[in-house]
């Protein structure tokens, strides 16, 4: 393996000197070249093949928790996948199933109706393989029922919300490691006071639905930790520099105002291309989360590969330092409790039709590859949790 890895640094090494002459990669490449010469043996480090040990084992060492994000048609129809999902994972959480409308399995496929098929399923498999459950998530403004733009009004636009959380946390309590309770409800780019985005939710009943959304989940859960979920706090652009700030006065309100929440989920999409990764703003803003007294998640990680280029062993090592590069800042901050990727497996995941690449090869943005093989993304992650201090 060793050998391998050192024969590539070789040949990259030499297409980047052939390069520099023009004779290979020119223009839009550029940073493509740059990223494949930044590949050095410090780097490479973090792709060794560092043992069998699973990465929910490596993760408890150090008092955290490693999972990921499951479809119930895939985890049902899939053994092999199941089989590498219960040896790596120690939380699982429905992708699909506990969102208010995804097909085929809607959790509110009518006003009146709750269908639990997905996520009791996925629960019983969890429980079965000794693993913890998260919610996802209870409000958002995507993945709403085609019945409700019809249906919720300012006048019942409260009795909704209750009625679903009550039935939808109620049946679950007791047994949720923690709740996505509100989920991207911050967009600078709205324009909006606070830096909130423009959701149904927001226009039906004020900003106050954030607040009252947590305070039911609570209620029916006193148990579960209760978590703002949102994406786009990674990197040092614009946006993002905007949404930390907004996320932060966000949790600052909410914290004034005694509402039962308790943690912060960042998502973590990562984009192999993205250069603007700054280690010290991204410390400082988990530093300033950790300061206020919540807790830290790491829910929806994954490496977008859309712009990198097509060889599979670059495009692996590059992703694989986005990983660890990513969670070596994460990890040292005590307050981050668990990191959970979005899929496990190349063979599912939302970035094939979400961000395809345009050469139409299959993306590769997981800890596994098609086939349920380790891939240097894996190896990866378990080299930041090896070297992560303990909690
Ligand atoms: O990965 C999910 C995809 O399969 C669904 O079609 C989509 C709509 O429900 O949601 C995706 O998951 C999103 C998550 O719920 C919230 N953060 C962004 C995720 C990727 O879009």
């Known amino acids: 393996m060793y050998q391998k890895i050192f024969t590539r640094r070789k040949f990259l090494l030499g297409l980047g000197a052939v390069t520099a002459m023009g004779a290979v990669v020119t223009g839009k490449d550029e940073l493509k070249r740059q990223q494949i010469l930044a590949l050095d043996d410090a780097d490479c480090e973090c792709i060794k093949y560092p043992g069998d040990e699973s990465l929910k084992q490596r993760a408890a060492k150090k008092k955290l928790i490693f999972g990921a994000a499951i479809r119930y048609d895939q985890l049902s129809s899939d053994t092999e996948y199941a ?16 969102k208010w409308h995804v097909n085929p399995k809607p959790l509110r496929p009518t006003p009146e109706s709750f269908d639990f098929t997905a996520a009791d399923w996925m629960l019983n498999f969890a429980r079965t393989h000794d693993m913890q459950f998260r919610g996802h998530t209870l409000v958002w403004h ?14 019942n636009a409260k009795s909704f919300l209750e ?51 947590f305070r039911l989940a609570h209620e029916a859960d006193p148990k579960a930790m209760l978590v703002y979920n949102d994406y786009g706090l990674d990197y040092d652009i614009a946006n993002d520099e905007a949404k930390r ?49 919540f807790k830290i998640l790491i829910t929806e990680l994954d490496v977008t590969d859309k712009e990198l280029p097509h060889d599979i062993e670059i495009r692996d090592r590059i992703i694989a330092k986005v990983y660890n590069n990513y969670l070596k800042v994460v990890l040292e901050e005590p307050a981050v409790i668990a990191v959970i990727t979005w899929g496990l497996s190349d063979k599912y995941t939302w970035l094939n039709e979400f961000k395809p690449r345009e050469d139409g090869a299959p993306v590769r943005p997981l800890p596994l590859d098609l086939n349920g093989k380790r891939k240097f993304a894996w190896n990866a992650i378990a080299h930041a949790f090896d070297n992560a201090p303990t909690r």
């Open 163 to 213: 009625k679903h959380i009550q039935t939808v946390v109620g049946r679950y309590r007791g047994k949720i490691h923690s709740w996505d309770v509100v989920n991207e409800a911050i967009e600078p780019r709205d324009q909006l006071p606070n830096g909130l985005r423009k959701t149904p939710w927001l226009e039906l009943l004020g900003e106050d639905y954030i607040d009252l959304a």
């Open 142 to 155: 995507e993945s709403l029922p085609p019945w409700f733009e019809n249906t919720v009004n300012h006048q």
């Open 83 to 98: 089989q590498n999902i219960a040896k790596e994972c120690s939380i699982l959480l429905p992708e699909w199933g506990l």
């Open 245 to 293: 700030n907004a996320v932060i006065q966000l949790l600052k309100r909410l914290k004034s105002k005694g509402t039962p929440i308790h943690a912060l989920g960042i998502q973590a999409h990562l984009n192999g291309s993205e250069t603007n990764f700054n280690p010290q703003k991204l410390k400082d803003f988990l530093a300033q989360v950790a300061d206020l007294g």
